[in-house]
């Protein structure tokens, strides 16, 4: 018996002393990779002309782009007619591409189950996304809005088109009628959220398709705006 409970504690210790090693590994690495810039010369010049914007509520970035240029008019499949407001003077659309579960079934963090955070940190759900239309924003320290060309933004909105699943006719997809407010809408994505790539992960690749400033790697929306400070 005593000789069980040894082992055990053996177990039990190692399984702690693994973890803890793992999460000060992995915590080291975030901070390394989301402090090295990519595309941090990226030019300001006469050609940047249409305003994008990343906003945060402090955990989760939003990549917010016109609803409609002569390059893009999204409008086109993400109407506004889809919100509970049916808001016709809203004029920007944000991107934010998550866990479905968590997202879903999450609008608050009291909300949160450990079912459901299991499965959004081990990759094993599928993936969501958010979109919301804005009147304006205006900049803060969780807003930062700059100016891309318009070869940049046809990368931009083309890694973005290729981030949701479309159906057997080539459109993106709804899920039902969900919603948080009046203004935003959810469809179907590619992908899955995990520890390694989160909705901050993916804000940062859609930053880094675009020749915009952006971390090497983050998983924090700190990682992003760090760059843009």
Not at 96 to 112: A, I, V
Not at 127 to 135: D, E, G, I
């Amino acid at each position: 018996m005593i000789r069980i409970i040894k082992k055990s504690t053996k177990i039990i210790l190692k399984t702690i002393l693994g973890l803890t090693a793992f999460i000060l590994i992995y915590a080291l690495v975030v901070f390394i990779t989301s402090i090295i810039s990519v595309n941090k010369n990226t030019s300001t010049g006469a050609h940047n002309t249409i305003p994008v914007y990343i906003l945060s509520n402090g955990v989760h970035t939003d990549v917010v782009l016109p609803l409609k240029n002569n390059i893009k008019d999204w409008s086109t499949s993400i109407s506004y007619l889809h919100t509970k407001a049916q808001d016709s003077t809203r004029k920007l659309l944000a991107f934010g591409w998550g866990d479905k579960g968590f997202y879903l079934d999450t609008p608050t963090w009291s909300d949160l189950k450990a079912s459901t955070a299991i499965k959004a940190v081990t990759g094993i759900s599928t993936s969501a996304m958010h979109l919301t239309f804005y009147k304006e924003l205006h900049e803060n320290k969780q807003c930062k809005k700059f100016f891309i060309t318009e070869k940049d933004y046809r990368q931009l909105i083309a890694y973005i088109e290729n981030s949701f699943v479309l159906n057997s006719e080539k459109k993106i997809q709804r899920i039902g009628t969900y919603s948080y407010g009046k203004y935003d809408v959810f469809y179907e994505a590619k992908g899955s959220y995990s520890l390694f790539y989160t909705c901050n992960t993916w804000a940062n690749q859609a930053l880094k398709a675009g020749n915009q400033k952006a971390a090497l790697w983050t998983v924090l929306d700190k990682g992003i705006f760090y760059h843009y400070e």
